[in-house]
């Protein structure tokens, strides 16, 4: 017998988050764009954002656009929301979009599950000694909560340029200090410095931005 494909709708979608790893009380911007790859108009799409637990985070503002859209075959429209992450740890979601097939008003919808992890801000700065001259190591020590499978560290100059990135493997809790070998040669002027730490049990301890002045 022959098979009859009936054009429709068809719904595809894709979510980005501006911020990896954000800290708790900062705020978020979530994105989902929304593809039809049907043959098709959808009609009054529109969009919402579900979280696992509503105490993890707040929504300030979205979606935009809050009105229904129609998406023509093989144009895409982006909803945006705008959050505050309220806990530490991992935090859920899920964004769905839905309209109704231009043919026969059949429902259509794309949905897909979102998943962050939020770290605690650590209110003791990053302690930088010695104060280092042009050609010397820079040694950063932190106070860890536990053992970390990793450490990043991040200098930037003034001007918000990254002058050195570098990753530390399983270092203990007793061992927290990092030599900076990969800038042998630090010009004299202020730097900013930033540490995060991924501890044992998915946990993450963050150290803010730490200012550092190198003198001759």
Same mark, same amino acid.
């Given at each position: 017998?022959?098979?009859?494909?009936?054009?429709?709708?068809?719904?595809?979608?894709?979510?980005?988050?501006?911020?990896?790893?954000?800290?708790? *009380?900062?705020? +978020? $911007?979530?994105?989902? =764009?929304? /593809?039809?790859?049907?043959?098709?108009?959808?009609?009054?799409? @529109?969009? &919402?954002?579900?979280?696992?637990?509503?105490?993890?985070?707040?929504?300030?503002?979205?979606?935009?656009?809050?009105?229904?859209?129609?998406?023509?075959? *093989?144009?895409? +429209? $982006?909803?945006?929301? =705008?959050? /505050?992450?309220?806990?530490?740890?991992?935090?859920?979601?899920? @964004?769905? &979009?839905?309209?109704?097939?231009?043919?026969?008003?059949?429902?259509?919808?794309?949905?897909?599950?979102?998943?962050?992890?939020?770290?605690?801000?650590?209110?003791?700065?990053?302690?930088?000694?010695?104060?280092?001259?042009?050609?010397?190591?820079?040694?950063?020590?932190?106070?860890?909560?536990?053992?970390?499978?990793?450490?990043?560290?991040?200098?930037?100059?003034?001007?918000?340029?990254?002058?050195?990135?570098?990753?530390?493997?399983?270092?203990?809790?007793?061992?927290?200090?990092?030599?900076?070998?990969?800038?042998?040669?630090?010009?004299?002027?202020?730097?900013?410095?930033?540490?995060?730490?991924?501890?044992?049990?998915?946990?993450?301890?963050?150290?803010?931005?730490?200012?550092?002045?190198?003198?001759?």
């Amino acid at each position: 017998f022959p098979v009859t494909v009936s054009a429709a709708a068809y719904l595809v979608s894709n979510v980005r988050v501006n911020a990896v790893s954000p800290r708790t *009380g900062e705020t +978020i $911007t979530v994105s989902m =764009t929304v /593809t039809n790859e049907g043959d098709l108009t959808a009609n009054g799409v @529109t969009a &919402a954002l579900i979280p696992a637990d509503s105490s993890a985070i707040s929504v300030i503002s979205g979606p935009v656009p809050s009105a229904g859209t129609n998406i023509s075959s *093989g144009n895409a +429209i $982006t909803f945006t929301w =705008t959050l /505050t992450v309220l806990k530490s740890g991992s935090i859920s979601f899920t @964004t769905r &979009a839905s309209g109704l097939d231009a043919g026969d008003a059949t429902p259509v919808f794309t949905q897909l599950a979102t998943a962050i992890t939020s770290v605690q801000p650590f209110n003791d700065p990053v302690v930088l000694f010695p104060i280092p001259v042009t050609g010397d190591q820079l040694k950063v020590a932190l106070k860890l909560d536990g053992d970390a499978e990793s450490i990043d560290i991040e200098v930037y100059n003034m001007a918000f340029k990254a002058v050195f990135r570098g990753t530390w493997k399983n270092v203990s809790a007793w061992d927290g200090v990092l030599s900076v070998n990969g800038v042998r040669r630090w010009a004299p002027g202020p730097y900013l410095v930033r540490a995060t730490a991924v501890l044992g049990n998915g946990r993450s301890q963050s150290f803010p931005l730490t200012k550092m002045v190198v003198k001759r």
